[in-house]
């Protein structure tokens, strides 16, 4: 089973380590495998929240997550998206930034930097979104019931998540901009810059978070009429129609998916850089670090370990409040990548034992009860 899901994490780690050996000797080895350890914990709350959305989607759509979903991630995020970024910031073209990235990495690394605050912006606002529309959500199991209790009461006003969001956003764009003042005024412009960027993060969230829940709910609707019809057919014994809307459904969240995995991954590719502004070895180690995420991910799926461990997914939300945080943060000021990464595993790993406490507890409720 272990083989099977991780099979082709293993394979690219040692091509990967391989390639870099050739690339810069073992100095360049160390340097991706470092790497590959950062990206993988900063992500694993992004595997245990993708883990919940991916067990809805059929076995067809967990391939396509794994395929054509690893190339969008690995090669999409963690080696395009750099270049972009420096492409759209210095106003240079592509092949100028890849250029640049190859033969002057001081300046590459300068340029990426200055574009951190918008980078910063709107994956911070995508996921505080995330986190908000959990918290503010009334479900069942409660983890932390003295906090999420009273939240659930406040989540039935509408669009409180967008005002707040919002509210956070206009407070971090005005610090930013009295700061820059404070300092000469050099940032300034940049203000606006995050101000603007906040609100594409949040926009972002609504069109793709809206469509996917529109589809889900589709889905849902139509098999609650195949199920029906099934019920139908055996009286009658009359065939039953596929269910035509699970394409549709299943597409856009894959599509909010890959959205997803972008926003957790800025913190990724930006800590990078206090390792080192090589994109090659950066493509490389966050690259394997990907991998393991996307193996990960579909491990905890197959093993069902959402039901066991039932606190996990809000470990995971709590730690996405946490990370969305940090990046507004960082816009003004430093954090260092070692703590982005432990408040996470922190928060995480006390949902999980959490979980298995009250697995516990249970047991010996049910034995108790029939004895």
Excluded at 2 to 27: E, P, Q
Excluded at 64 to 83: H, S
Excluded at 134 to 155: H, V, Y
Excluded at 217 to 226: G, R, T
């Amino acid at each position: 089973m272990v083989l099977k899901t991780f099979g082709w994490s293993f394979a690219v780690t040692a091509l990967g380590l391989v390639a870099a050996v050739f690339y810069g000797g073992w100095t360049a080895f160390g340097i991706v495998a470092i790497l590959s350890v950062l990206e993988i914990s900063l992500s694993f709350d992004n595997a245990v929240v993708n883990a919940g959305i991916l067990k809805k989607m059929n076995a067809f759509w967990q391939k396509i997550f794994l395929t054509v979903g690893v190339l969008i991630a690995v090669f999409g995020m963690r080696l395009v998206f750099p270049v972009v970024i420096v492409a759209i910031s210095a106003k240079i073209g592509p092949i100028e930034a890849v250029d640049l990235a190859l033969n002057d990495k001081n300046m590459y690394e300068q340029l990426v930097t200055d574009a951190h605050p918008s980078i910063a912006a709107f994956g911070g606002m995508f996921l505080l979104m995330i986190f908000l529309d959990f918290i503010f959500e009334d479900r069942d199991i409660k983890w932390l019931a003295w906090l999420e209790r009273p939240l659930a009461k406040l989540g039935k006003i509408d669009m409180l998540s967008a005002c707040i969001a919002l509210i956070v956003l206009v407070i971090t764009s005005m610090t930013f901009a009295a700061n820059a003042h404070q300092h000469g005024g050099a940032h300034v412009d940049k203000a606006q810059t995050v101000l603007v960027s906040g609100i594409l993060g949040l926009i972002t969230y609504m069109v793709v978070g809206g469509l996917s829940g529109y589809f889900e709910n589709k889905l849902e609707e139509e098999e609650e009429a195949e199920h029906e019809a099934e019920e139908e057919a055996k009286k009658t014994g009359k065939p039953v129609s596929a269910v035509a809307m699970a394409g549709k459904a299943a597409f856009f969240m894959f599509l909010y998916l890959e959205v997803l995995d972008a926003s957790f991954s800025f913190d990724g590719v930006i800590g990078a850089f206090a390792i080192t502004n090589d994109i090659v070895l950066m493509a490389l180690g966050l690259g394997i670090g990907a991998m393991y995420v996307r193996s990960l991910t579909v491990y905890l799926v197959r093993q069902g370990t959402l039901d066991d461990y039932v606190y996990l997914e809000h470990g995971a939300h709590y730690a996405i409040g946490a990370l969305a945080v940090i990046l507004l943060v960082t816009i003004q000021y430093e954090i260092n990548e070692v703590i982005t990464g432990l408040v996470g595993v922190l928060l995480i790993g006390w949902s999980f034992w959490s979980s298995v406490r009250r697995n516990k507890r249970l047991e010996l409720e049910g034995s108790t009860a029939e004895a």
